[in-house]
């Protein structure tokens, strides 16, 4: 069974199966590396690993025009549901929740979770990681993180795919990103998080070559609007 990755730039990406997909973190509207419209992208579920904008994106349009289901963190998901999305599903670290075609269980990610609104900051509980399964396959998506010693566990769940941010500034950087590909032994490490907006500037070959020389992990760099077959 082959599933396919696509990564919209920044931390938006959709996993498709074939019979069902998946989109995470789907910040479109205003997401400079994005090559798609918002309007243009569909899935039955959306899961989320924090509140902030450059994650929660287009959720609630999305979500409203597909019927989606949206998973997130319980303050999340509530204040995704008083926005108007009828399907939400709020969970915690350690949880597994089921979805269409899959499951995903909540980790820890090390960062901060507000939502800016012209009010003022909505606080949304705290942030997460994913581990995904979906189309036979197992797909951490970190979010927004530093290093932190306990994604050696998150490497025990056997991860087919690692997605993690190497931007620095606002999660780690190149470095700890590479010291993380260690602690996870993901087959493959896919770097996300990187070149959307000026202070997240990278060059995702330095990555690459940090990770596979240290590694048994494989780096897939993908193009905005591209995809890999997992
Ligand atoms: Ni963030
Ligand atoms: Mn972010």
């Not at 959709?14 to 992208?41: C, E, Y």
């Not at 924090?50 to 994650?55: F, L, P, Q, S, V």
Request: include cysteine; charged fraction near 15%.
């Amino acid at each position: 069974m082959s599933l396919t990755l696509t990564w919209y730039g920044h931390s938006a990406f959709r996993l498709n199966s074939g019979d069902h997909a998946v989109l995470i973190d789907p910040f479109i509207s205003g997401n400079p590396s994005a090559t798609v419209s918002a309007g243009a992208v569909d899935a039955e579920t959306i899961l989320l690993t924090h509140a902030h904008n450059d994650h929660v994106g287009d959720t609630v349009a999305i979500a409203r025009r597909n019927n989606a289901t949206v998973i997130a963190t319980a303050e999340l998901a509530g204040w995704i549901g008083s926005l108007g999305v009828k399907n939400t599903i709020g969970a915690n670290h350690g949880g597994t929740v089921q979805f269409t075609g899959g499951s995903t269980k909540f980790v820890p990610a090390w960062h901060t979770s507000s939502y800016s609104t012209d009010a003022g900051p909505v606080a949304s509980g705290v942030p997460a990681g994913h581990v995904v399964r979906f189309g036979g396959k197992t797909i951490y998506f970190a979010g927004d993180t530093c290093l932190f010693l306990d994604m050696q566990l998150i490497g025990e769940e056997g991860l087919d795919v690692a997605a993690i941010p190497i931007g620095d500034h606002f999660t780690m950087g190149v470095k700890d990103a590479a010291r993380a590909a260690g602690f996870l032994k993901a087959k493959t490490v896919v770097p996300c998080h990187y070149n959307t907006f000026p202070p997240i500037t990278q060059d995702p070959s330095t990555f690459r070559e940090a990770v596979e020389s240290t590694t048994d992990s494989r780096v897939e760099v993908i193009e905005p609007g591209a995809s890999i077959q997992i």
